[in-house]
């Protein structure tokens, strides 16, 4: 019988297919487009995709090489998510092989792989052994069911922006969208994205327990291979028809997906910020389109680029403006002026008797500092020394737990010097405040409080985040410090006061979408508070925000809950100034044991390609110039054509392959961090 030719997608940095030869073996059946082959390449044996079969290839007949396996077992990805690769491959530049590969469990590319009739026989059982205590739909109240009818009202292609204030019950709206599409659809799948699974298992525990009888599916990046093999196929053979996810759930195979939702969608950890550098929102507009099903993206405070699709009408803005729960209300923002309240131990006299009126009352105070560690540096007064870190642009940070300095930007760790390592004096300072020496701060201003911390330090080990946020849920804690870690999703019912002790360290950011986030984040922490009815003789639930300017825009319109004339404001900014989402952007990034090498590769690569309707910045040192004994550079390009910064993103980079350099490149399209 006569061989057929495979075109097939590598995990390569070499962007292009790579054809081989299959030649029929007896009974086994003629492979297919989506499926997953083993090819010898070099002197390995890796996995592709096949995307094309032919009868002819351009390659010669002596330098061909064979299949050496086809995956039967696994069933062909289809077409639709072959296009849904292609298109972030294209729109992302990158080779199509590293959007593919990647986006497929370790556990399926592996050249033995684990025994899929085993696991596919695991999910079975899986299937049948889900424990139910059911739960019951809530009574939606007139904005939610408003919602809800504009959100199921078609099956086509729509987008929503479920623009709900913290409380005003979005999980119930989400939930019973799913209940809707499922009803409507015996086969359907619903996909539901989440900034992170860790810190929103009450929305897991709430599906299971709606959803009694039908198969749930998680994938996020802290599963084991195993565990991720077992829910990827759940997912990828429809068995799975709820779908919890991260950022790379978005790439999961979803043959019968009709539904999307982004919670949080405003979320930056739903940019990947390294390889593929995707965002999970952008591309599962994308994607619904591409179904056509509809989209919802829920958030109090949605990105600038969401909000502007909405005003613009491209979206459909569903307000939802109360909280669900019965009496409960956004709590009071008050600003404390630091300027007249000299704080003690990082606090004012009136956080302090803020807190003491829930001690109380036996109410709960979240105090949120977002920064970890005791200090952020130390210094010696004597000569000015500083802990700078050897290797990065940055301090290092002291930990007074174990006694050690720490880069948290590389991971260096050294104990604290006895004396200052220039003068040899031996009175060194610790300056600043992280979350440490704040719940050291409390512990001597409430010796009786239970004091309770939760960072990035703190939760270390696998499942001890969860166990932290519940020992709060029981009521085991006065006051609660925390990093931003505290301030999504969580529904802390007797939590009655939130002070923000620091934020204004991000007000002056070069970076321009500092402001945006910091609101969203003060928006975010904030909505804990108050988020049941207040008890009888209870406390009124307030915000109390530490500040040294108080009259700024931010603190007002915080005050006021007033996220529509902060966005407003922000678009009006950006629009004059020609910044997104009016302008479209990339960053090339280059990446040297030198600045100037950097910078140098930067100016040629300004030149080298011709760009009509492109503006080609100067290269500059990113803002944290070395980290881990790197120098790092970028330059930005910007467009007021989308379609023309895609176009000349390809030739360019086509271009840039060409120069010959050690520096280490890479180009973000629409980066984050600009
Ligand atoms: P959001 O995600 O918008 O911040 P949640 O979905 O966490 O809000 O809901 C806040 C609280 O309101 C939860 O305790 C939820 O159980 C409750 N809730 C939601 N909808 C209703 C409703 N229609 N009636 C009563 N309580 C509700
Ligand atoms: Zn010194
Ligand atoms: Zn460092």
Redesign the pocket.
């Known amino acids: 019988m006569k061989p057929i030719y495979l075109t097939i997608a590598l995990d390569t940095p070499l962007d292009r297919l790579f054809d081989y030869r299959w030649t029929p073996q007896e009974n086994e059946p003629i492979p297919q487009i989506g499926q997953l082959v083993f090819v010898p390449f070099g002197r390995q044996e890796i996995a592709g995709m096949i995307i094309a079969l032919a009868e002819k290839t351009e390659v010669p007949e002596d330098k061909i090489k064979d299949v050496l396996a086809v995956r039967h077992q696994c069933p062909a990805l289809d077409q639709r998510w072959l296009d849904l690769c292609r298109f972030a491959a294209d729109y992302y530049q990158r080779p199509l092989g590293e959007v593919i590969l990647p986006a497929l469990p370790k556990n399926l590319r592996a050249a033995k792989p684990v025994s899929l009739d085993r696991n596919l026989k695991k999910l079975q059982q899986q299937a049948s052994a889900q424990d139910s205590s059911p739960q019951q739909e809530?009574?939606?109240?007139p904005e939610?069911k408003e919602a809800l009818e504009h959100i199921t009202a078609t099956a086509k292609f729509a987008a929503h922006l479920l623009y709900?204030?913290?409380?005003?019950?979005?999980?119930?709206v989400y939930l019973q969208a799913c209940a809707r599409v499922l009803a409507a659809n015996v086969q359907a799948q619903v996909l539901i994205l989440v900034p992170e699974i860790n810190l929103t298992p009450q929305l897991a525990g709430n599906i299971s327990r709606r959803f009694a009888g039908i198969q749930i599916a998680t994938l996020h990046s802290g599963m084991a291979e195993g565990e991720r093999l077992l829910h990827w196929l759940a997912a990828h053979t429809g068995r799975a028809q709820i779908i919890l996810g991260t950022r790379l759930a978005i790439l999961a195979s979803l043959p019968h997906l009709k539904m999307i939702v982004i919670d949080e969608e405003h979320d930056p950890s739903y940019k990947q910020q390294d390889g593929l550098r995707y965002s999970a929102r952008d591309l599962a507009v994308w994607r619904a389109r591409q179904l056509g099903i509809p989209v919802v993206l829920?958030s109090?405070t949605p990105s600038l680029e969401t909000w502007q699709h909405a005003q613009a009408g491209r979206y459909r803005l569903l307000p939802?403006r109360e909280?669900?729960?019965?009496d409960a209300v956004l709590p009071v923002v008050k600003i404390v002026n630091l300027e007249r309240e000299k704080p003690s131990e990082g606090l004012t006299q009136r956080v302090v008797t803020a807190i003491r009126q829930r001690l109380e009352k036996g109410e709960q105070s979240l105090l949120f500092l977002n920064r970890r560690g005791y200090a952020p540096v130390i210094n010696c007064d004597a000569c000015g020394w500083i802990s700078n870190c050897t290797r990065c642009t940055a301090h290092m940070v002291m930990h007074k737990l174990d006694q050690r300095l720490r880069c948290h930007h590389c991971g260096l760790a050294q104990r604290i010097p006895r004396a200052c390592p220039t003068c040899g004096n031996v009175d060194l300072q610790p300056l600043g405040r992280g979350t440490q020496r704040l719940e050291e701060g409390l512990q001597k201003i409430f010796p009786e409080a239970r004091i309770f911390r939760i960072d990035a330090d703190s939760t270390r080990l696998k499942g001890s985040a969860e166990a932290a946020f519940d020992t709060v849920h029981r009521g085991e804690v006065d006051i609660l410090v925390g990093t931003q870690m505290v301030a999504k999703?969580h529904?802390f019912k007797n939590l009655t006061l939130v002070a923000a002790l620091n934020p204004d360290s991000a007000l002056f950011s070069q970076d321009f979408r500092a402001s945006e986030r910091l609101f969203a984040q003060l928006m975010q922490v904030a909505?804990r508070a108050g988020?049941a009815a207040q008890k009888e003789g209870g406390n009124l639930s307030e915000v109390l925000v530490q500040t040294r300017y108080p009259d700024h825009p931010l603190y007002h319109a915080l005050m006021a809950h007033d996220y529509d004339r902060f966005a407003n404001g922000l678009v009006e900014e950006r629009q004059q100034a020609a910044m997104p989402p009016f302008i479209y952007q990339a960053l090339l990034r280059a990446e040297a044991k030198e600045l100037a090498i950097a910078i140098e590769f930067l100016q040629i690569a300004a030149t080298c390609t011709a760009h009509p309707g492109i503006i080609i910045n100067d290269p500059i040192p990113m803002t944290m110039t070395r980290v881990h004994n790197v120098d790092r550079a970028q330059l930005l390009i910007e467009s007021s054509s989308r379609p023309a910064l895609q176009a000349f993103l390809k030739e360019w980079i086509a271009n840039l392959r060409g120069i010959k350099t050690r520096v280490k490149w890479g180009v973000e399209v629409d980066p984050m961090d600009v």
């Open positions: 809530a009574e939606l109240n939610q709900g204030v913290t409380g005003s019950g979005k999980t119930e829920g109090a939802m909280r669900a729960v019965k999703g529904d909505g988020r």
